[in-house]
């Protein structure tokens, strides 16, 4: 473990560069490079602080973006850290917490799914996402869900190995439908013995490894002597295994060595860059994933490249082999913060496989660099069109923090009321930054109310001074919703200039809305062809979107909750005793009825009505 950090604080100021220079150590940690209001502008680490800092202002800045931060410098800090790997962590959780404006920053994804076999006695496969446990086994990371649920189905298909929770599995008097589709060997009810299951277990563990040799061999083996004692039935079953694995290893990207690899490919256009990462599992070729990281200007791949490494692994552990499109400028280990002992091999000039598997890569990033290229530009459009349309400041740097939040209410008859909150910033919609609210202590149905309450609770902070006000406020309405909303912020005393709500048209159709202002202004109406009303639409569809599935997810787990409470003899005891007992409302609808019955406080009776009522 290294050391705790050894904090070393020092400022420079632009009238003692030279002094502040000689005194930096010959030590590893971590700089940051600070505006005259203190705001930092970057964030970097240093296996040697003396020479690194000293680089920023002895040599032609590497890049526009660097020449730019440069002559913003007014100061400097920094923090001696016990080793590299440490000032390594202490680097990228400063940049995720400050976002710099001159670090070339990679969107903080949530963690990488995986597959999960569980240490079940009857073991289930699972998609997974959050932190390991040791009674279960995980195969990944995956680049995303998709390539998850695709594995999923390959082992079903071939192993047939259940993906049922353990609450069904243990409640199941029959087999279900993936059993009758020879999906599942049904291990509920017995249909398979616990040795041979383990064993399918075993050779999909194995399948997900890369040993798919072996496991065709063993089949076979399996398969002819199943024959020859005159087992067809079992010799069947097998071949007909062998058939759905080999169609499988058909369509798979396979390599012999089948060791655990990750392919990293940059591409730059348009002063953006893409990196595409694709990755490589027991030698089959899971699939890739697009980032797009802020704040380059001018830089060359490598050092978005060096960029995506140190953030990406920081969480996630690297794999034996990395591939990589760039040969790394400095050493790969220190990239990383790895000791030299973790042997990870680097290739920058791949051979055989791994070098169609970089040119696939490379490709698949100029690809997704080239639609988003697209997509920006008429993004940019847009957002330039509406900042025009509204008077607002049409600067480039203006343009880009533009940023509109659009509120919408979504209910069934008044249950379930929920508001969104959508937001689009820097040209695009930023889901991350999405919130759902839910409404409660008004009349039924009573959308003024509704809005009244979402627009309190998001905008009392930035009334605080905690939060800044969007450039745009959408409201999803005409003239009542807007008034409601002027009310709000002038209880809050927040500028209503911001606020504009979107009438809908007759039939409700895209182009013939309406644009209504809380500050007086006539309304607009901008026409089907105008870019500005195209990105409004967006953003107010987006909000509905958002509203409506919230809000059906929030109905349907009320409506399910009240199935068990509209039965007669169900109070909030037997309720809670039923589901705790079964797991939740998936369990009490999967029990039979004398399992229903043996829940202390529930009669043959009452079992049977609960049955009906579930069924």
Not at 155 to 181: E, M
Not at 265 to 280: D, E, F, T, W
Not at 324 to 341: C, K, Q
Request: net charge neutral; charged share 25%; proline share 4%.
């Amino acid at each position: 473990m290294a050391r705790r950090a050894a904090c070393h604080n020092a400022v420079m100021s632009a009238f003692d560069l030279k002094s502040f220079l000689a005194q930096l150590p010959d030590l590893p940690g971590v700089y940051r490079h600070l505006d005259a209001e203190g705001t930092v502008l970057y964030v970097g680490k240093a296996r040697n602080l003396k020479k690194r800092v000293a680089s920023y202002f002895q040599k032609t800045p590497a890049s526009p973006r660097i020449a730019h931060m440069v002559a913003r410098v007014a100061s400097v800090e920094v923090t001696v850290t016990g080793s590299e790997a440490e000032a390594l962590l202490l680097e990228n959780n400063l940049i995720k917490s400050l976002a710099p404006r001159y670090n070339i920053l990679f969107r903080d994804d949530k963690s990488y799914p995986y597959l999960k076999i569980s240490g079940h006695a009857y073991p289930r496969i699972a998609y997974y996402r959050g932190a390991t446990d040791r009674r279960h086994q995980y195969f990944g990371p995956y680049p995303n869900a998709w390539a998850v649920r695709e594995s999923i189905q390959i082992l079903q298909k071939v192993f047939q190995l259940r993906t049922c929770d353990d609450t069904v599995f243990a409640h199941r008097s029959r087999p279900c439908l993936l059993h009758q589709i020879q999906r599942c060997s049904a291990p509920c009810v017995g249909r398979i013995a616990a040795d041979d299951y383990a064993a399918d277990v075993h050779r999909a563990v194995r399948f997900l490894q890369g040993q798919t040799d072996e496991i065709l061999g063993d089949l076979e083996r399996r398969m002819l002597a199943a024959s020859e004692a005159l087992d067809f039935e079992t010799a069947a079953l097998l071949r007909d295994q062998m058939q759905a694995l080999s169609a499988v290893l058909q369509q798979q990207t396979m390599e012999n060595a089948g060791e655990d690899t990750d392919v990293i490919a940059v591409a730059l256009a348009g002063g953006r860059a893409c990196v595409n990462l694709a990755m490589v599992r027991g030698g089959r070729h899971l699939g890739d994933k697009a980032f797009f990281p802020s704040h380059v200007d001018g830089d060359r791949a490598v050092d978005v490249l060096e960029a995506f490494v140190a953030q990406h692994y920081l969480d996630s552990p690297p794999p034996p082999v990395i591939v990589v499109s760039e040969a790394l400028s400095r050493d790969s280990d220190a990239v990383l913060g790895l000791a030299p002992s973790s042997r990870v091999r680097w290739l920058s000039q791949p051979q055989g496989m791994r070098r169609r598997w970089l040119e696939q890569a490379q490709q698949n990033a100029e690809l997704a660099l080239g639609r988003a290229l697209a997509e920006s530009g008429s993004q940019q459009a847009r957002t330039l069109a509406l900042a025009e349309v509204l008077g607002l400041d049409t600067a480039s740097d203006a343009l880009e923090a533009l940023r509109i939040e659009c509120f919408d209410i979504s209910h069934t008859a008044g249950e379930a009321t929920q508001a969104s909150n959508v937001v689009y910033h820097h040209h695009a919609i930023q889901p991350r930054e999405y919130r759902r609210y839910n409404i409660t202590g008004i009349t039924p149905g009573d959308d003024y109310a509704a809005m009244r309450q979402v627009l309190r609770r998001r905008f009392e902070r930035t009334a605080e001074g905690g939060m800044p006000l969007p450039e745009i406020v959408l409201i999803d309405g005409g003239r009542g919703q807007v008034t409601v909303a002027r009310e709000v912020f002038e209880e809050l005393g927040l500028d209503p200039t911001v606020l504009v709500g979107v009438a809908k048209g007759e039939g409700r159709k895209v182009g013939l809305e309406t644009l209504v202002f809380a500050d007086g202004r006539e309304p607009l109406v901008l026409g089907r062809d105008s870019a500005a009303l195209m990105l409004v639409a967006m953003v107010r569809d987006e909000a509905h979107r958002f509203a409506i599935t919230g809000m059906r997810a929030r109905r349907g787990k009320a409506r399910q909750v009240s199935r068990l409470e509209d039965i007669d003899g169900i109070g909030p005891k037997r309720r809670q005793r039923l589901l705790t007992r079964f797991g939740g409302l998936r369990g009490v609808a999967a029990a039979s009825r004398e399992e229903l019955a043996s829940v202390e406080g529930v009669s043959l009776e009452l079992a049977e009505r609960i049955y009906r009522a579930m069924h």
